[in-house]
């Protein structure tokens, strides 16, 4: 079989144009319908031609193998993160409207999470998306590569949030309330651990709000002191 070398990403490969009602869009969304109700793992080939009511092997006419299909799903995403309108001209309004996108984006399809660990290739629709935090934080007074670490440094708050908050949504509070924990906790061994055991931990949407808040001063005064 060639090679992707070869052939080059999903995105460079024309879609099979057959007199059908199956196409690589509709793949896609059903793909993702599947992994927004029941998880990534549930996504196969065959599984979504159940779904599409077609035979596995008329989607392979499309999609070539799963790996295909997982980073046609992250390019769509990332299709949801643009903004359509004129960004703010304030880099730090701009870059938090754009990081409050991809946050939304996450709770509608908490599997992304996933799918960015295990580093998908990039498709337009993802380079449309950095190119245009990299234009969020063009107003920056600095070099193009601080803007780049800045919007790394940004990126890594925003996936590290969402990968904790996804765990968190799993792994419910009353965990942390269990007799033995409550016991050690009780002991005194563990005060500063202790008011967030008890549930007097901060609201998850101040959480993240707070955070960038104090990562983007963080930023306006490194630039400033050099």
Same mark, same amino acid.
């Given at each position: 079989?060639?090679?992707?070398?070869?052939?080059?990403? =999903?995105?460079?490969?024309?879609?099979?144009?057959?007199?059908?009602?199956?196409?690589? $869009?509709?793949? /896609?969304?059903? #793909?993702?319908? =599947?992994?927004?109700?029941?998880?990534? #793992?549930?996504?196969?080939? +065959?599984?979504? *031609?159940?779904?599409?009511?077609?035979?596995?092997?008329?989607?392979?006419?499309?999609?070539?193998?799963?790996?295909?299909?997982?980073?046609?799903? *992250?390019?769509?995403?990332?299709?949801?993160?643009?903004?359509?309108?004129? &960004?703010?001209?304030?880099?730090? $309004?701009?870059?938090?409207?754009?990081? +409050?996108? @991809?946050? @939304?984006?996450?709770? +509608?399809?908490?599997? =992304?999470?996933?799918?960015?660990?295990?580093?998908?290739?990039?498709?337009? %629709?993802? &380079?449309?998306?950095?190119?245009?935090?990299?234009?969020?934080?063009?107003?920056?007074?600095?070099?193009?590569?601080?803007?780049?670490?800045?919007?790394? *440094?940004?990126?890594?708050? /925003?996936?590290?949030?969402?990968?904790?908050?996804? =765990? !968190?949504?799993?792994?419910? +509070?009353?965990?942390?309330?269990?007799?033995?924990?409550?016991?050690?906790?009780?002991?005194?061994?563990?005060?500063? &651990?202790?008011?967030?055991?008890?549930?007097?931990?901060?609201?998850? !949407?101040? %959480?993240? @709000?707070?955070?960038?808040?104090?990562?983007?001063?963080?930023?306006?005064?490194? &630039?400033?002191?050099?």
């Amino acid at each position: 079989m060639e090679s992707e070398q070869v052939k080059g990403p =999903i995105w460079a490969r024309e879609a099979a144009r057959r007199r059908s009602t199956l196409t690589r $869009e509709a793949i /896609v969304r059903a #793909a993702m319908g =599947i992994a927004d109700a029941e998880g990534l #793992a549930a996504v196969s080939i +065959r599984r979504v *031609a159940t779904e599409l009511g077609a035979r596995t092997m008329s989607l392979y006419s499309h999609i070539e193998r799963k790996e295909d299909l997982l980073d046609l799903m *992250a390019d769509e995403v990332s299709g949801e993160l643009l903004i359509r309108d004129a &960004l703010p001209d304030d880099w730090r $309004e701009a870059i938090t409207m754009i990081t +409050r996108r @991809e946050r @939304e984006a996450a709770g +509608r399809h908490p599997w =992304i999470a996933d799918l960015v660990s295990r580093h998908p290739a990039v498709g337009p %629709n993802g &380079l449309r998306h950095l190119e245009q935090s990299l234009a969020a934080l063009s107003g920056l007074p600095a070099t193009p590569q601080d803007r780049h670490r800045v919007l790394a *440094a940004v990126e890594d708050y /925003v996936t590290g949030f969402i990968i904790r908050q996804t =765990i !968190e949504k799993d792994r419910p +509070r009353e965990t942390f309330t269990q007799p033995y924990l409550r016991e050690l906790v009780d002991g005194g061994e563990f005060p500063h &651990l202790a008011p967030l055991i008890a549930g007097d931990g901060p609201d998850v !949407e101040d %959480n993240f @709000e707070r955070g960038l808040r104090w990562l983007l001063d963080g930023v306006a005064a490194g &630039l400033l002191t050099g």
